[in-house]
Each structure stands twice: as C-alpha cells, then as structure tokens.
C-alpha cells in the first residue's frame, strides 16, 4: 500500500509480494476485503510509528507553538496514509470493515482525541480560556489537514505540497485567537 497504493490492488499483488500462493492468504482472512482493512489498518498504524507521538506537551513551549506542530505532524500523516484510502473509495466494504477496527492512531484514541486531550490539558493549565472548546479546536486542526490534503488526492496529484510557513500562521492564529472582533 505504501510503494503502490491500492487502486487496482489484487489478492495476487499481494500474494506475490508476500511470497506466497495465492490461497494460502485465504487461510489466514475471510477474503479480500478484510486482507485490505487489516493491511489499511497496519499501514496507518507504520506511518504513526513512523512520525512518532504527537509533538506537543501540555506546559512546553507555547501552544500556538505547539498547534503549529500538531498541524505539521497532522498534515504528514494525512500525506501518508490518505492515497491509501482514496484507492479504496469506491471498495466500501473494505473502508466499513477498517471502520469496525480500533482507532490506529494514538493507541486507539485517534488524532481528534489526541489533539483534544492536549488541548484540554493546556485549558486545564490556564493557557486556553476556560471557554475554550477542545473538541472543536481539534475537529478544526483535522479539519485543516483534510483541507490540505484531500484536493489535491481528488486532482490526482500524487504527492500534496508541504504545508508553507505562511500558510499555517494565519490558521493558528484564527485558532488561538477566534472570530470575534477584539473589545
């Protein structure tokens, strides 16, 4: 899935690549949609391990600072692991079959929690306003990376463009600082 993607990806493809007979693989999953979600599930879970753990610390550095990071951090995993899923999109038994699996990002929690925990923590801290919602700040920074990522896959450029300093500012900073105008 990371050297070819998985448009037009065959129980044979994979078999060879394993080095192995092509009913062999049947032994071990119920068919070729489980093969795919298990494998899905496996490579999103190597691009993580890959990146390392999410690059902010409740208390260190500042946290617009550290939201910069996690957009960094949430644009590098969404550039790895959504060609995979855009080769599956018209295969949903395979998307609902990963779907029914354990979150593989951040020991099941996912990138969302992940983001909301950490932020949470920083409002916990004093850091954010107590207004601040967490959730909502988290679906925005996911939001973004699907933002970012998302078009270019469906225009069917291979490899979406690094994320310029210029660009993340003005996200971070509507972020941290919201829409109202100031008093």
Known sequence: MAERGTAGLTVRDIAREARVADGVLYNHFEGKEELLALALHAHVR????????????????????????????????????????????????????????????????????????????ERDLGRLALTADPESAATMLVGACHELVLPHLLRGTPTPPKLPPAAAEPLITTLMNGLAPSS
Request: hydrophobic share 40%.
């Open 46 to 121: 190597s691009v993580e391990r890959d990146l390392g753990p999410l690059p902010a610390i409740p208390g260190e550095n500042t946290v617009a600072d550290n939201l910069h990071a996690c957009l960094t951090y949430g644009l590098a995993l969404h550039t790895s692991f959504l060609p995979a899923f855009a080769g599956l999109i018209s295969q949903p038994e395979v998307l609902a079959r990963f779907h029914a699996l354990p979150n593989p990002l951040g020991e099941g929690r996912g990138l969302h929690t992940m983001l909301s925990d950490y932020l949470g923590a």
